[in-house]
Structures are given as structure tokens and as C-alpha cells.
């Protein structure tokens, strides 16, 4: 794992040495820099040092002809077969990493190497004889790459920060990514909060023309096209079988190897089968929580049985959340706002763990690709929720909302959100069901509405548009979430917190293969009766212990209802007071006011809201005014 950075047509001879240091701690062990003054190109590394750890896997890295050159980020599980196809006769190689099988399978296929990839990627790859460029991700978005493409000049880095180094360009507010973000709690891609900073879409590759300095072509490469069977049994073994491998393959390492251990079934199967292929205990790592009243979020029990049953080394991580502003903090390794509190949990495990291995494997992805969240049986419900007369639902939610919040448990608060985001245009629903404000109530937090600004559930109107037909609801909303969800909010505090700690995250579930099948089950495969995940518990029971089987899910969550309440309530005294919100513009001080008193009182979770509103204030104060520090200073 990585961080890469590049800068066309820059006269600022230091500009890539400044960007370059911003990605240190995604890449501690090595740094490079490699100037192409004719191509007016520089091209920036940081290695993090997994396979071939020796001086051969410096970067960027040539081919032996010094016309094809890469910068890459990211692991490449199927180098080795894919070394062993090319031609020995053509190819000379100097490293064993997978790094220099890119460069030759490029020489050899062109740009249809890329489709041949099965890894988790971000990288650069320079072709001087055709003076061209090309910035490539991987297909499901596990790795990031940002862009801007500004007065003449490609910019581009695993992190927004080495975009934001390079000093070409004064960066904006995007009004419209901060619009979406209060509904999403992410900036949805390919934008960023910043305006012209880009991201390169999952499955997609850039191509850039270094003669007219300009963006020739952005292109998909992959996508899922998968016919669903109806043998069950069938696709049972085969995910038995493709899992198998996707998690042997990503075993390789010339480092010490772990994995995250929840109580869930998702990481319970990458721990049993890395039992079934290792030769030493598997290392596996659980976060608890020991705080009165935190028993819903805390699932060590669930894990020892796991570890028990593998007889892992086995460590747990104990919460302490006495300083909080250490959430806010961690906003300095997104560059923009983000929501997601799970960011600091998974920056927490990650911080741990590497204490003890460089490599860790996740259960990342198994609930978009199996049924796994509760929101799955909202789309599954709701061709009968449409029958219920609108009356009925309104009154419905009357009295449910009679009710007060319980921040242990949001289950009243889903209820609420099925009556109250009954909609009939699918997207809206969906984002109203699993998402956080409204257009209505964003219209009433911000102030500041920057022009004539689009309803954040068109993002999801787009995905949907383009699914397949003969697909049922429930693989088209899970799809939906692959596409959206999972690489911009998922995988992006998986890789930024992970990265925060110079960890590498793999995540087994997002093999291309595994994706594939999951979409040739039908939803009813994954879905059935009330049980998530019904496939898998076929599939992996003998890896499953029967009491773990039985348990709800918990997820992997902070107890942030309770948090807003104890611990991160002062802040708006503190950093939101009525003349500073005015001043700037951007919020609605009343409103602000409104969602505390609800909160306080338990009306209703407004925990995530609020957060959103103080993630926001400290990216806004860090980023653009520069008036914080770390620690809220």
C-alpha cells in the first residue's frame, strides 16, 4: 500500500516534493521522485513496503526500456499468473513485486491490461512514446484517486491534500457536494467538496494527452453483467469456492498478516478461512466497549467464540472516548467533511493492529453483496407498504413519533424513517429511508444556498437508471449501494483510516469474482424470511459457531446518541455560538438550536445531524479559513 501524487506542465520545481510529503503516512518505508522535463511531467511515490521489500521495489518504476513508467498504490493478488502468461522472450524483469507485472502486461496488451487486474489499485502509468498518461482505479473504488485538470494542468494524488500542495490552484467550496453531504454524510463521487477536484470513478481509467494537455477519454473497464441462476445449491459451493481463493490469494505477504474480528458473520468467514490456510495462529483484532449502558455495541463475546473455535492470538481494544475532539481531528486524513462515526473505530482497530502486523483482512462489502443491512427489508417490504392507504401512514408515524428516541437502539428510528419516506419515485425513498436530511430540512440547516442547487437523490436516480432489467428490487438497491455507499463511505474511511496508520485494509468480499456471483443470486438467495445473509450461512456453516448464528446484528457503530448528549454537546457552545453561525453565513443558528433541544430531550435522534454540522464547522475552519488547529484550537 501507497500514496502516489503527479503535476503536469508545473514550473514550480518543488511543487512535487511538497506533494509527495503529504502521503508519508501512507507510504513510511521509501519515497520517490521522477522528473520527465520533455513531457513537462513529475511523477510522486510514498512505499509502503508489502512483497519484494528490497531496494527493487522503489517507485516510480520503469519497465527495462524506460518508455512504460508507473506509480502505484495497492496489492495486485493475481500478478503471479498473470507474469506467468506474459512472453519470457519479450520481458526482463528486475523486482518480484506485482508493481513491474503491470508495466510489462501494459507493453504487451496496451490498455486492456487493466481489465485483466484483480487487485485493489490506484495508479499512474506513463507511456512516453505515445505521450500519454493514464490515471487507473481499481473496480469496486477500494483505492482512491483525486484529479483536477486546471489551467492546462493534470493534478492528481491518492489524497486530496497532495492535490491541494502542489499551490496551482486557490480551492472553493463545491456548494453543491456540501448540499449533498448533509444528506449523505459523504460527498458523493466524483465530486469533492472542492470545486474541480475530482475523483476517478471505480472501474474507470483517465486518459490524458501530455502533447495538448488536455483530458482525452474517462472509461469503464469493468461492470457487473451477471445472469442470475436459480440453482441455489450450486451457487452455494461456488461462493464456497470463490471465497476460498479471493481470501488464499490475498494471504500473499512478505509482512506480518492479521484480520478484524467482529461477532458478524462477514469477518467470521475471513477468519475461518485464513485458519483453513495458515501454518500459525491467525491474528485477529476486536474492539469492546466497557462503558455503562454500551452493551448493544459491544460484541466480544461473540468474537472469542470465533477466536475460540480457530484458536486465533487474539487482542481486544477497549473504547475510551474521554477526548472526543479526537474524532474531529481525524478530519485532517478525509480533506473533506465526512460523517460516518465508524471512522473512528476502524482508526482506533487499525491504530492497534499495527502494532502487531503491516496487513490486515476486513469483511468489508458482505452486507451490500448478502442482505445484511435492515434496510433490505424495507425494499423488500415495500411493494406491500405501497397498499397502505397514506392516511393510515400518517397516522401511524403520529403516534410513533409520541415516542421518545432510544439511542442504544435505532430501531424505532428506521420505523419512523419506512412511514415517513413512503414516496413513490424510488430514489427518493431509498434516501430518505437510509440517508440522513431531506431537501426540506436541509433547506431550513443552510443557509447559505449558493444558486439554484440539485435534490441529492437524483445521485441515486442515476445508479438506478442504469441497473439491469431483469435484476429484482432487492440486487437493484443492493447494487445501488455497491455503487455509491460502499466506495464513497465505506471504503473511504476503511482506506483513510487504515492509512492513517500505514495498515493495509484487503477486503476478500470485493474480489471482482465474488461481486459477480453475488449478482447471479437471486435477493430471495440472500434475503429469506426475515434472515440475512441466508446464502452464506449455507455456504460457511461449518465456520460458523451456532450460537453467533442466532445473535442480531450490531453492527460496527459508536454509541453516538449517547455521545452527543455527554460528550460532544458543548461544542456547539463552544465553536457554533450565534454570532460566529451568522457571520460565515453557512448555517441557520435557530435551526442548529432546534435539532439540540430535540436531542436533548429524546424527541428524536438528531445525533448524526449534529454531527455532520460539527464534522463540517472543523473541515470549514481547517481547510478554508485556517482558524483550527488540532484538538478544536
Known amino acids: 500500500m501507497c500514496g502516489i501524487c503527479g503535476i503536469t506542465g508545473s514550473g514550480d520545481y518543488n511543487a512535487i516534493e511538497r506533494m509527495t510529503a503529504t502521503l508519508e503516512h501512507r ?12 513531457a513537462r511531467l513529475d511523477l510522486g511515490h510514498r512505499r509502503l513496503s508489502i512483497i519484494d ?3 527493487r521495489g522503489h517507485q516510480p518504476m520503469a519497465n527495462e526500456t524506460g518508455r512504460i513508467w508507473i506509480s502505484f498504490n495497492g496489492e495486485i493478488y493475481n500478478y503471479r499468473e498473470l507474469k506467468r502468461e506474459l512472453d519470457p522472450a519479450r520481458h526482463q524483469f528486475a523486482s518480484d513485486t506485482d508493481t513491474e507485472v503491470i508495466l510489462h502486461l501494459y507493453e504487451e496488451r496496451g490498455v486492456d491490461a487493466f481489465r485483466a487486474l484483480n487487485g485493489m489499485f490506484a495508479f499512474a502509468l506513463y ?20 484529479y483536477i485538470d486546471v489551467n492546462g494542468r493534470l493534478i492528481f494524488g491518492s489524497e486530496i491534500k497532495a492535490i491541494l500542495a502542489s499551490d496551482v490552484f486557490s480551492p472553493e467550496i463545491d456548494w453543491q457536494s456540501a448540499s449533498d453531504f448533509f444528506s449523505f454524510l459523504f460527498v458523493p463521487a466524483p465530486r469533492t467538496i472542492f470545486r474541480g477536484i475530482r475523483q476517478v470513478p471505480p472501474a474507470h481509467w483517465l486518459e490524458y494527452d501530455l502533447h495538448s494537455h488536455r483530458i482525452v477519454s474517462v472509461k469503464r473497464y469493468w461492470s457487473v453483467q451477471s445472469k442470475v441462476s436459480s440453482d441455489e445449491g450450486a451457487l452455494a459451493e461456488q461462493l464456497r469456492e470463490v471465497m476460498t481463493d479471493a481470501v488464499e490469494k490475498q494471504l500473499i505477504s512478505d509482512v506480518p498478516l492479521g484480520a478484524f ?12 478461512l485464513m485458519a483453513e490456510r495458515a501454518n500459525k495462529p491467525v491474528r485477529t483484532f476486536t474492539v469492546i466497549f466497557d462503558e455503562p449502558g454500551m452493551a448493544y455495541y459491544d460484541e466480544r463475546v461473540e468474537a472469542r467464540r470465533i477466536s475460540e473455535k480457530f484458536a486465533t492470538e487474539h487482542t481486544e481494544i477497549t473504547i475510551d472516548l474521554s477526548q472526543p475532539e479526537e474524532m474531529l481531528d481525524l478530519v485532517e486524513y478525509f480533506d473533506q467533511p465526512f460523517g460516518n462515526t465508524t471512522l473512528y473505530l476502524t482508526w482506533l482497530l487499525s491504530r492497534e493492529t499495527r502494532r502487531s502486523v503491516t496487513v490486515a483482512l476486513s469483511g468489508a462489502g458482505g452486507d451490500e453483496l448478502f442482505g445484511g443491512y435492515p434496510r433490505y427489508r424495507a425494499v423488500q417490504a415495500a411493494r406491500w407498504l405501497k397498499m397502505v392507504p397514506r392516511p393510515a401512514a400518517r397516522a401511524a408515524l403520529a403516534v410513533l413519533s409520541l415516542w421518545p428516541d432510544d439511542f442504544t437502539d435505532r430501531r424505532l428510528h428506521r420505523m ?4 415517513d419516506g413512503m414516496d413513490p419515485d424510488p430514489a427518493r425513498q431509498y434516501l430518505r429511508w437510509v440517508y440522513y436530511l431531506d431537501e426540506d430540512r436541509k433547506s431550513k440547516l443552510l443557509a447559505h444556498r449558493n444558486g439554484a442547487l440539485l435534490p441529492a437523490h437524483r445521485v441515486l436516480a442515476e445508479h438506478l437508471a442504469q441497473m439491469p432489467d431483469e435484476w429484482d428490487d432487492g440486487n437493484r438497491f443492493s447494487f445501488l449501494d455497491v455503487e455509491t455507499f460502499l466506495p464513497d463511505n465505506l471504503l473511504e474511511y476503511s482506506d483513510k483510516m487504515s492509512m492513517a496508520s500505514s495498515l493495509e485494509l484487503r477486503v476478500p468480499y470485493l474480489d471482482p469474482r465474488v461481486v459477480e456471483l453475488a449478482f447471479r443470486m437471486p435477493f430471495s438467495f440472500k434475503l429469506r424470511g426475515g434472515e440475512s445473509k441466508s446464502i452464506m450461512r449455507k455456504a460457511f456453516a461449518d465456520l460458523i459457531p451456532v450460537e453467533n448464528l442466532r445473535m442480531p446484528k450490531k453492527g460496527f457503530n459508536v454509541p453516538l446518541g449517547a455521545w452527543m448528549r455527554t460528550k460532544f454537546d458543548r ?3 463552544e465553536r457554533l455560538q450565534r454570532d460566529y453561525v451568522e457571520r460565515e453565513g453557512i448555517f441557520d443558528y435557530d435551526y442548529i438550536a432546534h435539532l439540540r433541544d430535540e436531542h436533548r430531550r429524546g424527541r428524536r435522534d438528531n445525533a448524526y445531524e ?3 454540522v460539527l464534522i463540517f464547522d472543523t473541515w470549514y475552519r481547517k481547510y478554508i479559513t485556517g482558524t483550527l488547529g488540532r484538538g478544536g484550537r
Open 610 to 612: 449534529l454531527f455532520a
Open 416 to 419: 419512523r424513517a419506512l412511514l
Open 261 to 272: 474480528l467482529s461477532g458478524g458473520i462477514d469477518s467470521n468467514v475471513i477468519v475461518g
Open 127 to 146: 507511456d512516453a512514446e505515445k505521450a500519454r498518461l493514464f490515471l487507473v482505479r481499481d473496480q469496486l473504488g477500494i483505492k482512491p484517486l483525486y
Open 53 to 55: 521489500l528490497s531496494p
Open 27 to 38: 507510504g513510511p518505508d521509501d519515497g520517490g521522485i521522477t522528473r520527465f522535463p520533455d
Open 571 to 573: 461544542y456547539f457552545d
